[in-house]
């Protein structure tokens, strides 16, 4: 399958397993609430103003763009604007599971209230499963540079709100700022609230990280992770315990993490059977998709369409659900991928 038609990968049923909510934001978005709180951008146009932030030197690069957006996000409000846009993004990509994190110490960081804030995308990831079937378990991330103090905080509120949605508890941000061992307690005392645990190592960082991710912190499933493909020990302990890995194509490329999409470690990890999904990262800021993300993976590495069902299943299978909900949509999304398939030779 040299190429994959976009209606092809349209009708396929989908899971999202990394996926920032403030990364998930678009220029008009961005504008719109640079006009509300009067901000330095409030006269640039949403294409002038992904010109000028949404495009990134490095990784810090990529931080300090961040860092902007959330200095945008500071209502309830605003959040929920987000996430109404991360439906329809949803809806236009057939996601039918999201697993989205948010870091409810950014809003605590400028002084404003974590807690409310995650209150208020619970209830509307609530509705939004009643009203429209879509389906999201939230990830709540603690910012690597804020800190332990600021970890603590966000552990306690996954904890707090763990049978309200929240399925994981995250470790995000510089990957080469505090060692994993200063959150060691505080992940272990997640894992024992039955949290699962995600943590970004191996995107920056070397396969060290990756290491120092599943011993220390007991990582049940790895954001990024491609430095794992420099170790041949570590690739086969992800397949054997089968910790999975998000791999971002575009944000690899656009942070400098990786600096050729088409030389991307992914091809090598998806051989040697290590689980790997396809993720957008930050869908606004990257301004990429996940259909087209599965597209660049089916093109770049020469994927068969069994490897494309394979890819797409793999996003439920390392999913943070509970294990009937697992199988229940495991049944959805093979027979639809069936289905769509009888149509394309029925058709064709
Ligand atoms: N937060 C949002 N995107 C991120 C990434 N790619 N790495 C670390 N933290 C992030
Ligand atoms: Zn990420």
């Known amino acids: 399958m040299e190429h994959a038609s976009e209606e092809y990968l349209k009708q396929l049923p989908k899971a999202e397993l990394h996926l920032h909510l403030e990364g998930s934001i678009s220029a008009g978005l961005l504008s719109r609430l640079s006009r509300k709180y009067k901000t330095e951008f409030r006269s640039d146009a949403p294409d002038e103003l992904a010109r000028k932030l949404f495009a990134y030197r490095d990784f810090n690069g990529f931080l300090q763009t961040y860092k902007t957006v959330c200095e945008h996000l500071r209502q309830p409000a605003d959040y929920r604007l987000l996430t109404d846009q991360l439906a329809q993004y949803m809806r236009e990509q057939n996601i039918l599971y999201a697993e989205v994190i948010f870091s409810p110490s950014i809003p605590d960081h400028f002084e404003r209230d974590g807690r409310t804030v995650l209150e208020a995308l619970l209830a509307h990831g609530r509705k939004l499963e009643a009203e429209q079937g879509l389906r999201i378990g939230w990830i ?80 049940n ?63 606004g800021l990257f301004q990429t998709t996940l259909i087209e993300e599965l597209s660049k993976a089916v093109s770049l590495f020469s994927l068969t369409q069994e490897d494309l069902h394979r890819l797409i299943l793999q996003g439920l299978r390392s999913a943070f659900l ?19 398939g009888s149509q394309a030779l029925s058709t064709g």
Not at 223 to 239: F, V
Not at 260 to 269: C, K
Not at 327 to 333: H, I
């Open 140 to 219: 709540l991330d603690c910012v690597r540079h804020f800190g332990v103090e600021a970890a603590r905080r966000t552990a306690q509120l996954a904890v707090e709100y763990r049978e309200q949605g929240v399925v994981g508890l995250g470790l995000g941000g510089d990957e080469l700022s505090l060692p994993m061992a200063e959150f060691e307690k505080i992940f272990a005392w997640a894992k024992a609230n039955q949290l699962y645990i995600h943590v970004h190592a191996g995107e920056t960082g070397g396969p060290d990280q990756v290491w120092d991710a599943v011993r220390v912190l007991g990582a």
């Open 221 to 283: 499933r790895i954001g990024h992770g491609i430095q794992a493909a420099r170790d041949a020990r570590l690739m086969e302990y992800l397949r054997e315990h089968a910790v999975g890995l998000d791999v971002c194509l575009t944000s690899n490329l656009k942070t400098q993490a990786w600096a050729r999409i088409s030389t991307n470690p992914f091809g090598l990890l998806f051989r040697r059977g290590v689980p790997v999904s396809i993720n957008t990262d930050d869908p």
């Open 322 to 340: 509970p294990h009937q909900d697992r199988m229940a949509l495991m049944r959805q999304f093979t027979d639809q991928i069936h289905q769509i």
